[in-house]
T-cell receptor
Framework: DVKVTQSSRYLVKRTGEKVFLECVQD?????MFWYRQDPGLGLRLIYF???????EKGDIPEGYSVSREKKERFSLILESASTNQTSMYLC??????????????FGNGTRLTVT | QKEVEQNSGPLSVPEGAIASLNCTYS??????FFWYRQYSGKSPELIMS????GDKEDGRFTAQLNKASQYVSLLIRDSQPSDSATYLC????????????FGPGTRLSVLP
């Protein structure tokens, strides 16, 4: 089974702090994603990466950056946390092989509260 | 235009009944369709995927796809209280690159 591990289940940070969310997958997947999920807004893509050191903006990249130095690890960075970034953050991975029919595999999520 | 629509619910069914969850999508060239189940406070977990028109069965779950009508559904037979969750429909289309487009989810409540 694919395992996607997010380093923190719950985080509480202060406004203006730099926040790192870490995600590791164990299936050698090429593609990794960061989503946020908010009530009434559903799942929205922040960034994704299709290879080491490669990244693409998603639908809502403002206020975020990402890092992928190793294939198995994809980090989401909130440069200066704000209260409107309080949300559930979901990391996902996906194989690039037979890509059109392979699903996303999600981590357990990080619930971030910015005060 | 990328839109995936679902009835937000809640959809309430009695235990043992068939629950029918529906999803429509706007982009006709969409290729792959996925159903995820999400319990409150948890992350989405994959239930089924479907790529070809028709039905696909897996245990108590049946996914149905009609590309002409741009419609995909999930049937849950012999519904159990443990099926109570939000069900997310996701659509994959190479025009969006690697991204999936998710519907808002339908909240299902199975009443004992």
């Amino acid at each position: 089974d694919v395992k996607v591990t997010q380093s923190s289940r719950y985080l509480v940070k202060r406004t203006g702090e730099k926040v790192f969310l870490e995600c590791v997958q164990d299936m050698d997947h090429e593609n990794m994603f960061w989503y946020r999920q908010d009530p009434g807004l559903g799942l929205r893509l922040i960034y994704f990466s299709y290879d080491v050191k490669m990244k693409e903006k998603g639908d809502i990249p403002e206020g975020y950056s990402v890092s992928r130095e190793k294939k198995e690890r994809f980090s989401l960075i909130l440069e200066s946390a704000s209260t409107n970034q309080t949300s559930m953050y979901l990391c996902a991975s996906r194989t690039g092989l037979s890509s059109y029919n392979s699903p996303l595999h999600f981590g357990n999520g990080t619930r971030l509260t910015v005060t | 235009q990328k839109e995936v629509e679902q009835n937000s619910g809640p959809l309430s069914v009695p235990e043992g009944a068939i629950a029918s969850l529906n999803c429509t999508y706007s982009d006709r060239v969409s290729q792959s369709f996925f159903w995820y189940r999400q319990y409150s406070g948890k992350s989405p977990e994959l239930i089924m995927s479907i790529y070809s028109n028709g039905d696909k069965e897996d245990g108590r779950f049946t996914a149905q796809l009609n590309k002409a009508s741009q419609y995909v559904s999930l049937l849950i037979r012999d519904s159990q209280p443990s099926d109570s969750a939000t069900y997310l429909c996701a659509v994959k289309n190479d025009n969006y690159g690697q991204n999936f487009v998710f519907g808002p989810g339908t909240r299902l409540s199975v009443l004992p």
